[in-house]
């Protein structure tokens, strides 16, 4: 059976005649627990208790519905408790899981932040954080070992230079990503920057839109790399030229991955610059209206749009939302460049822009106060986080380059990755997830290291790029389904013992310079690995891939193609 296969099925539409507790089609009574305490009272109310009650009495004073449910709204997760083994996972509560420490998780919209930002950042992690700090495939930066007692003053550091944790997680319009070179590139066909301030500045934190059936993932983006994974979000704006309209934006709807992935469809219009926000207001309150709210595996977007289809969900916004048509428009064109920015490449105005790779998004307080040191040596007052766990520093002059380079090596932060650092993403993993089975960061790391030596003789030959994604759960924040390789966690019976393994899924992608469109991975029956064996399997599929290719042809339409033997 192909991903393909499971995930129509998973995506049928409910049963007729059965409540799907839509508000504007069942009314508002909730149908779940979950439904009855955000109708209760919302999550963005708890903050002023955790500043005048809990951050004074301590972790002990939370009840359970704040802890667990509401205290999302602003950012915090109760982070795993130490030594629970991935066997558990699935057998203990959340209470069971939980230690008293938070994992915080600080949006950075557009993934733009000056230095003073990054400076506070830093200061953040070294001083509250254990020096933890990890930057996130959505470009947030994620801090653990977070106490209650901390959290205003952090909140307190964090809006004093415009960051906030506000609608970080929880069943919220979530970060809004945006193009790394948003402003910056030569070739972009629009700068989003407008876009994603006004739907940061009118509608974050807005209690119309603040209990969503769940979560609601947006990405906006005017560069032709379509650098944002457009086609795994909510709803994604994608820069296009009108050739009347001129620049503007081509909508996109309903994409997610998780147990039941789904690719985004465009729904054929054209958004002016100066609708965008609007038109992005009307999708969200489709959702928070028509949104699936009986059951929470059911409840994201996606599975509204496998019902109507883009044809009716355009009529719904344009008719029920916005009160008048949008003109059709064209698809975006194949991406032209890699969207993840690693390199020197020239900006616009003379400077350049330089991509870094840390190693799987985890840096420190430590790095990223040399960072700041860094850039400000080299004049630049300003750095990007990636949707691919990668950084961009901006307006670096022609004779400060060399420098910088040099330096970001120095902490890590590669200019020239490997292809195997480079293109290899994991999550957060069991170290402090509490969804999570195996570990997940220091298995790619390690993973990483030694194929950069066993693979050494044929890196030259790799002149398309292999992502591998590592994921410790079916959850897919790591995003398995559209990488080259991709590693979904679960445990492995070897010998009679549960050992850490992953789930093998081949030959997925997002639209990029080799590949026209989007697609899923293909999972091939049996096939899986512990995790001491990553690094064997990997390398197995690359000697076979350099060896059976045809012409240019990439990884992932080898993997499509080849016999499941020659996959094992």
């Not at 500045?201 to 969503?212: H, M, S, T, V």
């Not at 005017?222 to 503007?248: K, R, W």
């Not at 020197?344 to 799987?360: C, E, R, S, W």
């Not at 293909?522 to 012409?551: H, I, M």
Request: aromatic content about 6%; glycine content about 10%.
């Amino acid at each position: 059976m192909t991903m393909t296969d499971s995930t129509t099925r998973a995506l049928r539409p409910p049963r007729a005649g059965r409540s799907n507790g839509q508000w504007a089609v069942d009314g508002t009574a909730p149908l779940n627990a979950n439904e009855e305490w955000k109708q209760e009272e919302g999550g963005l109310s708890v903050r002023a208790r955790i500043e005048q009650v809990y951050s004074k009495e301590g972790f002990g004073s939370i009840p359970p519905q704040d802890l667990s449910g509401r205290f999302r709204w602003w950012g915090l997760y109760t982070q795993r408790r130490p030594g629970i083994d991935g066997g558990r996972t699935a057998q203990l509560d959340d209470t069971e899981l939980a230690d008293e420490y938070f994992m915080l998780r600080a949006r950075i919209d557009g993934g733009a932040l000056t230095l003073e930002q990054l400076r506070v950042l830093a200061q953040i992690s070294t001083e509250f954080a254990r020096g933890t700090a990890d930057i996130s495939d959505r470009q947030n930066l994620q801090y653990h070992w977070i106490r209650i007692e901390d959290v205003p003053e952090i909140w307190r550091r964090l809006e004093a230079v415009g960051l906030q944790t506000t609608e970080a997680c929880g069943d919220t319009p979530r970060v809004v990503m945006g193009s790394p070179l948003a402003g910056i590139a030569a070739d972009e066909i629009v700068d989003p920057t407008p876009v994603v301030d006004e739907i940061v500045e009118r509608f974050i934190g807005d209690p119309e839109l603040a209990n969503l059936p769940r979560k609601f993932k947006t990405a906006v983006t005017g560069h032709p790399s379509l650098d944002v994974v457009h086609e795994i979000n909510d709803v994604s704006l994608v820069g296009v030229v009108h050739p009347t309209l001129g620049p503007g934006y081509d909508l996109w709807v309903g994409g997610g991955l998780s147990t039941a992935p789904r690719l985004a469809e465009r729904l054929g219009t054209f958004v002016p610059e100066e609708h965008a926000a609007e038109v992005w207001h009307g999708v969200v309150r489709i959702f928070r209206d028509y949104g699936y709210r009986r059951l929470r595996a059911k409840a994201r977007l996606k599975f509204l749009l496998a019902e109507w289809g883009p044809a009716e969900f355009r009529r719904v916004l344009e008719e029920e939302y916005l009160g008048f048509a949008l003109p059709d428009g064209p698809a975006p064109a194949r991406a032209t460049t890699p969207g993840d920015h690693v390199g020197v490449h020239l900006q616009k105005d003379g400077n350049h822009y330089v991509g870094a790779a840390p190693t799987v998004g985890r840096v420190s307080g430590e790095l990223l106060a040399g960072l700041a040191d860094l850039m400000e040596t080299a004049g630049s007052g300003r750095v990007r986080f990636t949707p691919h766990q990668k950084l961009v520093v901006l307006d670096v002059a022609p004779d400060r380059l060399d420098a910088l380079v040099s330096g970001l090596e120095t902490l890590g932060l590669s200019v020239s990755p490997s292809p195997f650092r480079r293109n290899t993403i994991a999550c957060t993993g069991i170290e402090f997830c509490k969804l999570a089975i195996v570990e997940t960061k220091a298995a790619a790391a390690t993973a990483i290291t030694e194929l950069e030596q066993r693979l050494a003789d044929v890196t030259p030959a790799l002149d398309t790029p292999i992502s591998l994604h590592v994921n410790g759960c079916p959850n897919s924040c790591a995003r398995v389904q559209v990488a080259d390789i991709g590693l979904k966690g679960q445990l492995l019976t070897v010998d009679g013992e549960q050992v850490p393994g992953f789930q093998v899924h081949l030959g997925g992608g997002l639209a990029s310079p080799e590949r026209d469109e989007a697609g899923l991975g293909r999972t091939v029956r049996g096939l899986k690995v512990t995790a001491d064996e990553l690094p064997d399997l990997v390398e197995r599929l690359v000697r076979r891939f350099l060896d059976q290719r045809e012409g240019g042809e990439s990884f992932s339409a080898w993997a499509h193609r080849a016999d499941e033997d020659e996959l094992r």
